[in-house]
């Protein structure tokens, strides 16, 4: 039934198919500010369609060309970066900045680091990236089938000793600080002080639920949530959903994680079970509105129970 002739039908269709979902992708920049751009990916799930890039991501047009702020998933998703950038400036990426190490935050910085640009990260964000890589790639790979093949783990080399490192690139002054440990260890964020504008990575999700991971420390994020509004940002443009205000950052994360954390430990404080908690917390009118609702927010219960637990 299956001859060699359908099998190659087959495959050139499924090629066809997959060819022009990805080809119909694009990322369209949202200008926050002059020369400060977000590029807001998907917040649903990663998709072979969307390339793994349902992040938000974004750039800075400096006087000596542009610094992209985090990288995407793979080359492909990169190149839809490159695409954006040259929407709005013809000036080349010469600097890479990583704000985290999930796939999206800096898989594709081997196809900058081809062309040129430098990749600038953190000490601690890229000692996580190398512990996670094989798993995120092989993760990729089941998803992504070909697309992921091309990829290459290229990592700041040498990365920046500080936690928070101060640098100038082009006119522009940039700040990249670790607050704390968030969504992955060594999650980082760029500050332009002289814009007020801060890129988070990770550590602020708007419009969709954030997740509580395994290696998520909950009460770190928190307060590294809390230490980060004190930069007193004009303009917060989020690991995950569109730019936005502090307000609503804090609404959507800051407050969400403060929810978990006193609703969890007064839990613990009665000595009550993990089910009887998760059940208990599970009906949070408040943050129903957040995509993900769903799958997220008794999972997140879960883990912080854990968490908090362990440390009693
Ligand atoms: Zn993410």
Redesign the pocket.
Known sequence: MTSPLFNTLFLLLAGWSWMTAAMALELKPQQVTEGVYALVGETGPRTRENLALN?TMGFVVTSDGVAVIDSGATPGGARLIEQAVKQVTDQPVRWVINTGS?D?RWLGNGYFRAKGAKIIALKRTVETQKRFAESHLARLEGLLKEQAEEITPVYASPPLESDHARFRLGDTRFELIWFGDA?FPGDAVVWLPEKKIVFTG?MVYVERMLGIQEISPVLQWQQAFHAMERLDPEHVIP??GSPCDLEKARRETGDYLDWLVTRVSAALDEWKELDETVDELTDAPRFKQLQHYDSWHRKNINRTYLQLEAER
Do not use: E
């Open positions: 992040s999930q999206h969504h990770d690991g995950h």
